[in-house]
Every structure is written in structure tokens, then in C-alpha cells.
Nanobody
Framework: QVPLVESGGGLVQPGGSLRLSCTSP?????????IGWFRQAPGKEREDVSC??????FYADSVKGRFTISRDYAKNTIYLQMNKMKPEDTAVYYC?????????????WGQGTQVTVSS
């Protein structure tokens, strides 16, 4: 498994922006791993948010046009830029990794970072 840690969560007003980061605290090379972002709101099931595998990128319909996933190979970090945020984006956000593709099971997970969108 790949150790992962998320950061960048916090409180933001509706319409605001946050950028989440996902990296490996032990310096594990993430270059060849598929990285997905997921979220889980209280009382709801976990849902897919976005995924990146090489040049293939996927977004959930609920975040298309507002969220952008990107990868900085030099920093061994994957980002989730979240713009035009809505209260329904409030959730714990997790990054996860696998060695296959965005439709495979993810076997490595971070501890999550809380995102709250509220005025």
C-alpha cells in the first residue's frame, strides 16, 4: 500500500475556493499511480469526485466545471482545485491510489481532510 496524506481543507464561504493536496509523507513515488479524490458527507455514502491517470482525467458531474485535478511530478503531489464552491461540497475529502485505472478499486487511502462550505 501507498502512504498518503491530504491537506488544504478548511472553512470557505459559498462561491469561494480551496486547493487540496495529496502526497506521500514517506516520499513514496506517486508518478505511476492512479490518484482519485473522493468525499463523504455526514450521513451519506462516499462518492467519487475526480481521478487522474496519466493524461486521463475524470470528474463527477456535480463538480465538472468547478473542480480541477492536476499533478506536479516534481513535488510528488496531486492537487484538487475547488472553485465556485457550494454548501453541498461540504464533506471529508480523501485521496486514494491504485496501480491500474480510475475504474479499479483503490487500495491505499489517506486519512481525509475536512472541507466546510458555509457563510
Amino acid at each position: 500500500q501507498v502512504p498518503l496524506v491530504e491537506s488544504g481543507g478548511g472553512l470557505v464561504q459559498p462561491g469561494g475556493s480551496l486547493r487540496l493536496s495529496c502526497t506521500s509523507p514517506s516520499g513514496f513515488n506517486l508518478d505511476y499511480h492512479v490518484i482519485g479524490w473522493f468525499r463523504q458527507a455526514p450521513g451519506k455514502e462516499r462518492e467519487d469526485v475526480s481521478c487522474i491517470r496519466n493524461s486521463d482525467i475524470f470528474y463527477a458531474d456535480s463538480v465538472k466545471g468547478r473542480f480541477t485535478i492536476s499533478r506536479d511530478y516534481a513535488k510528488n503531489t496531486i492537487y484538487l482545485q475547488m472553485n465556485k464552491m457550494k454548501p453541498e461540497d461540504t464533506a471529508v475529502y480523501y485521496c486514494a491510489a491504485n496501480g491500474n485505472n480510475c475504474h479499479s478499486d483503490f487500495d491505499s487511502w489517506g486519512q481525509g481532510t475536512q472541507v466546510t462550505v458555509s457563510s
